[in-house]
């Protein structure tokens, strides 16, 4: 089966909540699954259609209408791709992300794990003045070399590739070291032009543009953890 075929997609997520975790389509996310819930949540998924949904929690303090601890509307829908069972139960997962979903609502389950109502969130036809993608690249090479000092091979075969400005745009905001607010907005945006932008804003500050090879702007404002 084609990873990215969803035409298996019934619109109900078997979430995967986690803190400060964001995954983006495109990316291949690995997960050792230990807990009761997620053990079944695996056992389900691969019986199936091997789909499960990546979300990020809501701080602490914040219950969605179950009484239970909230989660974030946009979440990213990924396929496992390789699994290893354990012989004590456990699992480790590689998950590939497909595709942004919004989560409509909960529903009640007798599951330990927690399921959702959902759309699929596909990118929108660019509304924002397109941005070359050779742009970015150049960008996300010029901050990781800055703040790492080297690219890993997979990700510079990547960036060197001729991408379509959204999946190179969800590959670099994985790549990047961002706090998880400023990545669960890089997740709602469904326009790939504004994606790129809110990349190259951060990058900006870290890198000059003159270096980076991408243009200064007052958009969007400044990430903020508070």
């Known amino acids: 089966m084609d990873d990215f075929d969803l035409s298996d997609f019934d619109g109900v997520c078997r979430l995967f909540p986690l803190p400060e975790l964001v995954q983006f389509p495109h990316s291949v996310l690995p997960l050792h699954v230990f807990e009761p819930r997620y053990r079944q949540m695996t056992e389900d998924a691969l019986a199936t259609d091997k789909l ?27 396929r496992i791709i390789r699994h290893e069972r354990l012989p004590d139960g456990r699992f480790r ?13 909960e529903i009640p389950s007798a599951k330990l794990y927690r399921i959702a109502r959902a759309i699929l969130m596909p990118d929108r036809d660019l509304e ?10 150049v960008a996300c090479r010029a901050f990781l070399v800055k ?9 510079e075969a990547m960036l060197s590739s001729p991408l379509p400005l959204g999946i ?5 905001s994985q790549a990047m070291p961002l706090p998880a607010e400023a990545k669960q907005m890089l997740l709602d945006e469904d326009d790939p032009a504004m994606r790129a932008r809110m990349l190259l804003e951060w990058i900006a500050r870290v890198v000059p543009p003159a ?13 903020s953890m508070n």
Not at 211 to 223: E, I, L, Q
Request: charged residues 20%; aromatic residues 2%.
């Open 52 to 78: 499960l949904t990546i979300v990020q929690l809501r701080p602490q303090g914040e219950l969605n209408e179950l009484g239970i601890r909230a989660i974030e509307k946009s979440a990213c829908l990924g």
């Open 93 to 105: 997962l590689l998950l590939h992300g497909l595709c942004r979903v919004r989560l409509l609502e």
């Open 128 to 137: 924002s003045p397109s941005i070359d993608p050779s742009v970015l690249s």
């Open 147 to 155: 703040t790492r000092g080297r690219i890993e091979p997979e990700l």
């Open 168 to 172: 190179l745009a969800d590959i670099v």
């Open 211 to 223: 270096v980076a090879g991408g243009p200064r702007s007052d958009f969007p404002p400044p990430f």
